[in-house]
Structure formats: structure tokens, C-alpha cells
């Protein structure tokens, strides 16, 4: 008696096997799955932003100050007026870096930074007096850019003060007081350290005709802001030569000149 065939074998495998699955059905779990990852995802997310800004763990608390030489801790936190209370997260630091810069000249540059979980840290830059403009009794501070940036009552020590003496209108008209101001410091910030520690005065007469006092009744004529850096090491140079000299010409700095040893 012959056995079964292979066609036989075949519809006997697919009895057993059972009927197909219908595609359907795979289809119908893969979008389970899909929504099952989104409502996670959206819990996720909604939770992420209930903490940052519904919360109160992560809450502005404290404001920390640190940087300064002549404000007060009290005088820049009024002047952030650091929203406390607030979700940490929603704190416009441009906003706080930008009403300190209004409102306290003297800060040259200001870092605002969130401090998780509670904090606004303030780190302050101030100006430095390079030059001092009288004013009446009082004394204007200058810094290096030629920002006027303070008036004080007493000159702060080791600063040169600035004295304009431009006699001409004309003058005026073709160099601005602002920008002789501007000329002033950058030669300040040229002198060499020593030279700097003894200026007492920075005098401007016209662009190219500035001059220094300093202790011990010497003087300096500098004359335009040119040069600066070569006249500073040849001003070096003549005081090393001729100690005892009271006069001092470097404005040609290739023809320097002193007297009154």
C-alpha cells in the first residue's frame, strides 16, 4: 500500500499548523505599543514642567553677590531685583544683567547664573578708576575705557587727576572734550608702573600737547597719544640716565631731552 504523498504531507502540516493570522492583528498591537510610548512621554513631559515651574522645590530663594570692591551686597541685590519666589527656571538673567548695568554705573560687566536648585548668583566686575575729573568739591572716576562712571567726595588714592586746559574754541571744535578724555587715558594706561604709581596729574593742552606731574615736582612732556609704548621705555631710559633731572621730553621719542638735574 503506497504511503502519502507530498501533497498529502502539505495540507496535513497546514491543519495542524491552524489558519493563518490575519495581519491585522500585528497591526493593532504595534499601535498599543505607540500610544503606550506617547501617554509616557506626555506624563513625562508634564511632570518635567510641573516641577520646573509648578513646584516649589525648584524656587528662587536666595540671591548670592560677590565681585565687589566699593558697592555693597545690598546695593546690587536692590539694583537685580531678583524676582524670589519665582521658579528658578523662568528667572530672565538678561533682564537682571541688564537693569544692574542701568542702574550701577560702576559695574563694568556682571555674570547672572541660576544656582540649582535655589540660587541667582551675581558675579560683579567693577571699573577702575584710571583717571579722576574735579568736579566743584567732588571728583568725577574715569575708567579705562573713558567711561565717567562715579562721583565721589575724595579722590581715591594712586589715581592721576585729569586736568583739561584747552584754551581755543577751535581746538574744541576739532578735537571734542570726550575724545581728549579718551587720549588722556590711554596714555595713563601706557605709563610703565613705576612712572604711573608717581603721576600726580595728567594735563592736556591740546591733542598733541599732553603732559605729566609727577612727585617731586618732575614733569613730562608727552605730547600725543603716538608712540605711546616707545615713549614710556625712553621716559624709562632718561630717568635711569639722569636721575636727578626734573624735566623730561619725550614727545619725539627718537629725540628725548631732560634738564634741571
Known amino acids: 500500500m503506497a504511503g502519502p504523498t507530498t ?6 502540516q497546514k491543519l495542524e499548523s491552524g489558519p493563518p493570522r490575519p495581519p491585522l492583528i ?3 498591537r504595534r499601535l498599543r505599543r505607540l500610544i503606550i510610548l506617547l501617554l509616557a512621554v506626555l506624563l513625562t513631559g508634564t511632570a518635567a514642567v510641573w516641577v520646573l515651574y509648578g513646584s516649589p522645590w525648584l524656587r ?47 559695574i ?3 555674570d547672572v547664573v541660576r544656582s540649582w536648585p535655589h540660587g541667582i548668583g551675581l558675579k560683579v566686575t567693577e571699573r577702575t578708576p584710571v583717571l579722576i575729573v574735579k568736579k566743584g568739591a567732588n ?10 562712571f562715579a562721583t565721589v567726595p575724595d579722590a581715591p588714592k594712586g589715581v592721576p587727576a585729569l586736568e583739561l586746559a584747552v584754551s581755543r574754541r577751535a581746538a574744541l571744535r576739532r578735537f571734542p572734550a570726550d575724545r581728549l578724555v579718551r587720549e588722556a587715558v590711554r596714555i595713563a594706561g601706557e605709563l610703565p608702573g613705576a612712572v604711573a604709581r608717581d603721576t600726580r596729574t595728567v594735563k592736556v593742552r ?6 605729566l606731574e609727577l612727585t ?13 609704548p616707545a615713549k614710556a621705555r625712553t621716559l624709562l631710559a632718561l630717568m635711569k ?13 627718537t629725540a628725548p631731552a631732560s634738564s634741571g638735574s
Open 60 to 106: 528662587t530663594e536666595r540671591v548670592s553677590v560677590s565681585g565687589m570692591r566699593v558697592l555693597t551686597a545690598a546695593q546690587v541685590r536692590e539694583a537685580a531685583d531678583v524676582p524670589v519666589g519665582s521658579p528658578l527656571i523662568s528667572v530672565d538673567t538678561d533682564a537682571i544683567e541688564a537693569r544692574l548695568l542701568r542702574k550701577l554705573p560702576r
Open 206 to 211: 591740546s591733542y598733541d600737547a599732553v603732559s
Open 241 to 253: 640716565a639722569d636721575p636727578g633731572a626734573r624735566y623730561f621730553d619725550v614727545s619725539a621719542p
Open 26 to 28: 500585528g497591526r493593532l
Open 216 to 228: 617731586g615736582g618732575r614733569t613730562v612732556e608727552w605730547g600725543s597719544v603716538e608712540k605711546g
Open 7 to 12: 501533497a498529502d504531507r502539505g495540507e496535513r
Open 108 to 110: 563694568d560687566s556682571v
Open 139 to 148: 571728583f568725577i572716576e574715569v575708567d579705562a575705557k573713558g567711561v565717567r
